[in-house]
């Protein structure tokens, strides 16, 4: 990220480069010479700016798509809970909706550290993989939790993404 | 639990994880090698971008899941513990 004091002390070398790239280039110095005084020097810094305001727009995209494939995820695990209430008993719909819960925690986790790699990470962190872990320890030690029903609740986060992907229209 | 049973399920559960993660890192890197790149070049294009990465790292990342699940479960709840 470059603030504005961090552009202005740019702009001197961006406009250096520009103009040794200019001068090395055939007809370089003839368009630097028919150029000169124009106010041309700026337009690098002019691009660098709505450069940052698109990738801040399309990273609120990526904050709203977040935000769609939650609600979804949501909308799946309240139809996979009232499912398993009718057709099993309580302690598989707690297990599953456990398990759910789980999965939307273990996916948000994943979607910011995806958020900010490259920015201020350079590689994807593994913390979320400790959701799952404490999830089977939970089960292995509480008696009403079952380990089936939790563990396809966990991985409901799958179908989840997969309708997101099918509604989304430009994906 | 026998001696013999535990000793094959804790070196079971050490394979299923390492094993089980090769892959799926060998491919989140070079997935985010690609994302990053993509970024790079084209920033206008970042939110959609992530929003990609996010779908295949989710789906990536569920078989170093499944390996993890195959290992805890042998550690804690092994089905062939007398």
């Known amino acids: ?64 798509f977040q935000r769609r494939i939650f609600r979804v995820n949501l909308v799946v695990t309240a139809i996979a809970g009232i499912l398993t209430i009718i057709f099993f008993d309580s302690n598989a719909a707690i297990s599953l909706l456990l398990g759910a819960f789980s999965g939307i925690l273990y996916l948000r986790l994943l979607a910011k550290s995806i958020g900010s790699l490259g920015k201020t990470s350079s590689s994807v962190s593994k913390f979320q993989l400790l959701v799952p872990v404490v999830l089977i320890l939970a089960v292995s030690k509480l008696a009403v939790i079952q380990l089936l029903p939790a563990l396809v609740g966990f991985l409901l986060y799958k179908p989840s993404l997969i309708i997101q992907f099918l509604l989304e229209p430009s994906a | 639990m026998d001696s013999i049973t535990t000793a094959a399920s804790v070196v079971a559960a050490g394979l299923a994880v390492g094993l089980g993660a090769i892959g799926p890192g060998i491919g989140q890197g070079s997935a985010a090698q690609g994302a990053v790149e993509g970024i790079a070049r084209q920033p206008e294009a970042e939110g959609k971008i992530r929003g990609t990465l996010l779908l295949s790292f989710a789906f990536m990342e569920s078989l170093t899941i499944y390996g993890l699940v195959v290992a805890l479960v042998l550690l804690f709840a092994n089905p062939f513990a007398g």
Request: hydrophobic fraction near 35%; charged fraction near 20%.
């Open chain 1, 1 to 64: 990220m470059v603030d504005s004091a961090g552009l202005w002390s740019m702009e001197p070398l961006l406009a250096s480069r520009l103009a040794t790239h200019l001068k090395n280039s055939p007809n370089g110095e003839e368009y630097l010479c028919a150029n000169s005084g124009s106010g041309n020097e700026l337009e690098p810094s002019i691009e660098i700016e709505s450069n940052q305001i698109r990738s801040v727009d399309s990273f609120d995209e990526y904050v709203s």
